[in-house]
């Protein structure tokens, strides 16, 4: 009895699903872009966030969106969210945050990597191999701003 006892209080990190919840390619100068002999220079904007879908289940989702420009000009913008479902079964409350915001997105991070460099190549450009994250890193200065802006009087 005790054992059984011990198996359901025991901590336990699942991956229930893992799939792409939007991705869009915007190429408003095309064909015209193609023409450019100059590369483009290229802006990355990541995010991630996470909400509970029902007891010990939560969704996680990481966002990334880049703009291409040559010159003045948009060569593309995609946008790209990879979500996954993950079940967090007796986690303690003060490591549930830090899984949902660091090893969730680390996890999903790979598959919008993947799935943004093939749009890319399909919109007809060569492929965007964006870089590694180190979302831990990213989750300890996401916390600062917060924490900065919830100290910072409202004028």
Excluded: W
Aim: proline share 6%.
């Amino acid at each position: 009895m005790s054992d059984q006892l011990s198996q359901e209080l025991q901590a336990s990190f699942n991956i229930q699903r893992i799939y792409l919840k939007d991705m869009s390619l915007e190429q408003p100068n095309s064909p015209a872009i193609f023409l450019e002999q100059d590369g483009p220079s290229i802006e990355v904007q990541i995010d991630v966030g996470n909400q509970k879908l029902a007891d010990d289940i939560y969704e996680a989702t990481v966002t990334v969106t880049i703009t291409a420009k040559i010159r003045d000009k948009i060569a593309f913008l995609v946008e790209g969210k990879q979500g996954g479902i993950f079940e967090l079964r007796n986690i303690p409350e003060d490591q549930l945050e830090p899984l949902l915001g660091i090893a969730c997105p680390n996890i999903l991070y790979p598959y919008l990597r993947a799935n943004i460099a093939d749009m890319v190549t399909r919109g007809g450009f060569p492929p965007i191999h964006l870089t590694e994250i180190n979302f831990e890193v990213f989750y300890q200065q996401r916390k600062q701003v917060l924490a900065q802006a919830a100290t910072t009087p409202v004028q």
